[in-house]
């Protein structure tokens, strides 16, 4: 019983170490409706803040492979959206008004009020 339950840690090891990188995508204009085309790759996530904005989406990815969505705007304005889903990073094309950032991993050299974000302190041991 042993060995069997050892094999079944083995086996679903590799789905959770290589886990897909999830990313916020902002748009310009506030969202009405979002739509995925291929639902086995991705979801997608309308994401309603304090201020009520609607102009946030999370989008998951599931599995490696391509898809994409259709992003629509309350003038029914619609941008579709096609994504490339590796297991390191999901590729986006780019869409005027559209912003994509990774969850895990702020931009590089991202500045906020004309000063760049330093990096975190390094550890030097110790208590």
Do not use: H
Not at 43 to 58: G, V
Request: proline residues 7%; glycine residues 6%; aromatic residues 14%.
């Amino acid at each position: 019983m042993k060995k069997v339950f050892i094999l079944f840690i083995f086996l679903l090891i590799p789905k959770y170490a290589f886990a897909f990188q999830d990313y916020l995508i902002f748009s310009e204009f506030p969202v009405k409706s979002v739509v995925i085309k291929d639902g086995k790759y991705a979801e997608i996530l309308p994401l309603q803040t304090i201020d009520n904005t609607k102009q946030t989406i999370i989008f998951r990815s599931l599995k490696e492979g391509k898809t994409s969505f259709v992003i629509k705007n309350f003038n029914d304005e619609a941008v579709t959206i096609n994504a490339d889903i590796k297991s390191d990073t999901t590729d986006f094309s780019k869409q005027r008004g559209i912003e994509y950032f990774p969850c895990d991993f702020p931009p590089e050299g991202l500045i906020i009020d004309g000063n760049e974000i330093p990096n975190p302190p390094q550890s030097m041991g110790g208590i």
